[in-house]
């Protein structure tokens, strides 16, 4: 063997090592998932990740190819985290409720902690249409508007381990709900008029609610919606004076219960 070949036989053995390596790690991180559930352990624990970056940051100071190393990492992180979620979820989770309720907020939670890739209705359907939903209604009306609510949800049915941040008035349609279920489950978050307030008073992006900023307004608007956000839910959570990870944990504790049935 001449130099060259020597050195791509080392390379090889350098891949097996990292492959079988790469396979040890996947089939640990299901184990510890099992491990967790079959023990009442949360699922999510934000803290071990913060560890293992502090571990990496400590073996690689002063190291030469840090950033490259890094992230191979950083892949290897989001792929496990992939994993968690296609064990845990073979669907789409579909997240409803009131303005301002959380739906956005628990989404990104649920991408940060298992890569989901993440919908956000509203924002996709103004992307493609290039206007602000406020000009879709003015310009093609609402039924245009929930038509093309309704074809991105049958578009989702053909993805799994995305998380579905609807708009506020999507559930009103009933084939939406029909749609949504199909590939999906339903997590109505909900949350007291009280608290809604709070968390909007400040914003400007809410044009149903813009210029009735009030317990009384925003309770009656709830009210009127209830009965099809819950009637459309397959699990309903309770955020008032709850944190993210709570809800989270809440989440996917009582999503699992439901495939356990
Ligand atoms: N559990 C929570 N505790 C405290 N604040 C929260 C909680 N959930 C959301 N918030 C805050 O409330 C505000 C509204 O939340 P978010 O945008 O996630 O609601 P939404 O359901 O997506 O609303 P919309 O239907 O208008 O899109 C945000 O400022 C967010 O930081
Ligand atoms: O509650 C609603 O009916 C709506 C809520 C927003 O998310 C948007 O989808 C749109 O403004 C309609
Ligand atoms: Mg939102």
Redesign the pocket.
């Known amino acids: 063997m001449n130099q060259l070949e020597i050195l791509r036989e080392s390379l090889g053995q350098c891949d097996e090592i990292i492959l079988d390596a790469l396979l040890m790690r996947n089939r640990i991180v299901e184990d510890i998932m099992a491990y967790k559930e079959a023990n009442g352990i949360p699922i999510l624990q934000p803290e071990q990740e913060a560890k293992q970056k502090e571990w990496l940051e400590r073996r690689m100071a002063d190291r030469r190819h840090k950033a490259e190393v890094e992230d191979v990492f950083g892949s290897i992180t989001q792929n496990s985290k992939r994993i968690q979620a296609r064990k845990l979820f073979n669907y789409n989770i579909v997240l409803i409720g009131f ?1 301002g309720a959380g739906k956005s907020t628990i989404s990104e939670f649920l991408k940060t902690a298992f890569a989901m890739d993440v919908i956000e ?2 924002q996709i359907i103004a992307e493609r249409e290039g206007m602000s ?2 000009d879709i ?1 003015e310009v093609y009306g609402e039924q245009y508007f929930r038509d093309l609510e309704t074809n991105l949800l049958i578009e989702m049915q053909s993805r799994t381990n995305v998380v579905i941040s609807c ?4 559930p ?1 349609r009933e084939c939406n709900v029909v749609e949504m279920k199909k590939n999906g489950r339903v997590v109505l978050l909900t949350a007291k008029p009280e608290t809604i307030l709070d968390r909007v008073k400040d914003s400007h992006d809410r ?2 609610i813009e210029n009735n900023k009030t317990v009384s307004f925003i309770a009656e608007l709830m009210e009127k919606r209830r009965e099809k956000y819950e009637a459309a839910a397959d699990i309903v959570i309770e955020t008032d004076e709850k944190d993210e990870l709570q809800i989270c944990e809440e989440l996917i504790h009582r999503l699992r219960q439901m495939d356990n049935k």
């Open positions: 303005m209705m509203d939903i406020s209604f708009g506020g008035g999507t009103m044009p149903l």
